[in-house]
T-cell receptor, first 118, second 114 residues
Framework: EADIYQTPRYLVIGTGKKITLECSQT?????MYWYQQDPGMELHLIHY???????EKGDLSSESTVSRIRTEHFPLTLESARPSHTSQYLC?????????????????FGPGTRLTVL | KNQVEQSPQSLIILEGKNCTLQ??????????LRWYKQDTGRGPVSLTI?????NTKSNGRYTATLDADTKQSSLHITASQLSDSASYIC?????????????FGRGTQLTVWP
């Protein structure tokens, strides 16, 4: 069982609200990721981090932002939520076993946050 | 274009039966292939990982195969159980850069009936 946690698990909010999705891991992993997943569709990488003070945008354009002030914590923020942001957000972390990037790592996923914006 | 295609999209089997899920990919250059299991409302959990030189890898009742020449992989589930009901996702990594990248399939939704 991976020690990676996400809160809240479910969130229903109105348009225009600012929200922060929390993600924390107790495995000491340097690398952390945020994915977006719609029902029946593949996961899309929206943000990743290789360590403290490191953040990069992923393959899928997202209006969200992330921060990495502590190794164990990787929160995602939406300044003004819209219905188009309705989705499942999955956080993951990994530890490099070999030299190189995320393709060599096994990623451990959190349980996800199901976000609904009305 | 690098892609990962899975089939079937969904599958229903009876408890105790075997099944095989397919994954075809066009990712190049290839680094490794993983199968993940994702229960409804949960995050994916890694089942197997195979590199270019590996043909078969087992994890309990799950056996994955890889044919790097034809760029195909399969996940065989033996003696299915109700708890096997989940989405099974094929993930392929490239090594086209020092950072690497993961390509996700859309998954096969497996339902096991009693």
């Amino acid at each position: 069982e991976a020690d990676i946690y996400q809160t809240p698990r479910y969130l229903v909010i109105g348009t225009g609200k600012k929200i922060t999705l929390e993600c924390s891991q107790t495995m000491g992993h340097d690398k952390m990721y945020w994915y977006q997943q719609d029902p029946g569709m593949e996961l899309h990488l929206i943000h990743y981090s290789y360590g403290v003070n490191s953040t990069e945008k992923g393959d899928l354009s997202s209006e969200s932002t992330v921060s990495r002030i502590r190794t164990e914590h990787f929160p995602l923020t939406l300044e003004s939520a819209r219905p188009s942001h309705t989705s499942q957000y999955l956080c993951a972390s990994s530890e490099s076993l070999l030299a190189g990037g995320p393709s060599t790592d096994t990623q451990y996923f959190g349980p996800g946050t199901r976000l609904t914006v009305l | 274009k690098n892609q990962v295609e899975q089939s079937p999209q969904s599958l229903i089997i009876l408890e105790g039966k075997n099944c095989t899920l397919q994954c075809n990919y066009t990712v190049s250059p290839f680094s490794n292939l993983r199968w993940y299991k994702q229960d409804t409302g949960r995050g994916p959990v890694s089942l197997t990982i195979m590199t270019f030189s590996e043909n078969t890898k087992s994890n309990g009742r799950y056996t994955a195969t890889l044919d790097a020449d034809t760029k195909q992989s399969s996940l065989h589930i033996t003696a299915s159980q109700l708890s096997d009901s989940a989405s099974y996702i094929c993930v392929v990594s490239d090594r086209g850069s020092t950072l690497g990248r993961l390509y996700f399939g859309r998954g096969t939704q497996l339902t096991v009936w009693p």
